[in-house]
């Protein structure tokens, strides 16, 4: 029976010296949400409107970005991330971000934190944002229209300026649609 009660105390002790998981705070929340929504006042609507001027405001002068094509692992700055987005309103018309669509069973486009790790690390830290939707526009010189799968990991400063950009489509499969649209245009 000693045994007993000396083994039950062992179990409670060791389960209550464990470090308990805690969410967020109510600051980071708030972070997070001022994080997400510069993402969607500055990059979703700079798309939309063609106002490039909005891209670069929320994004510091020393923004690393690496873009969704392959280009060798090459990092670019904030002036490459401008010159792309006003290549693409030359392109496309229309231009509409989806928050959360094109996944399956999409509760959400923005997510923040990690329980879980391989390097054994969690956070709850609110100034990396990842985004998950669909991109879709009219590309001009075909009248086709265009649907991408989108993710993106975002880092933020404590100024709320972007200072690291990934982010990954499938670009071949946005030619695959131009494409197939012409070929149905000259049947």
């Known amino acids: 029976m000693k045994n007993l009660f000396l083994a039950l105390m062992a ?30 006042d500055h990059h979703v609507k700079g798309f939309e409107t063609e106002d490039s001027s909005l891209i670069a405001a929320y994004l510091a002068d020393t923004v690393k970005w690496s873009p969704p094509v392959w280009n060798g692992n090459k990092i670019l700055g904030k002036d490459d991330m401008v010159n792309i ?10 231009l509409t971000f989806l928050p959360g669509d094109g996944g399956i069973d999409s509760n959400g486009a923005y997510w923040g934190g990690s329980y879980y790790s391989e ?38 400063n404590e100024d709320g300026k972007v200072i690291m950009f990934s982010d990954w489509m499938d670009v071949s499969g946005m030619q695959a649609q131009i494409e197939a649209h012409v070929a149905t245009q000259t049947e």
Do not use: M
């Not at 470090?19 to 705070?25: H, L, S």
């Open 85 to 94: 987005a006003e290549q693409y309103f030359e392109e496309f018309d229309n």
């Open 119 to 156: 390097v054994g690390e969690s956070t709850s830290e609110p100034n990396g944002v990842r985004v998950y939707g669909t991109w879709t526009g009219t590309h001009t010189a075909t009248g086709a229209t265009t649907y991408n799968k989108w993710y993106a990991v975002i880092a933020f």
């Open 11 to 40: 179990l409670i002790v060791s389960t209550s010296c464990q470090e308990a998981v805690t969410g967020p705070t109510v600051a980071q929340k708030e972070i997070f949400k001022k994080n997400y929504t510069a993402f969607l």
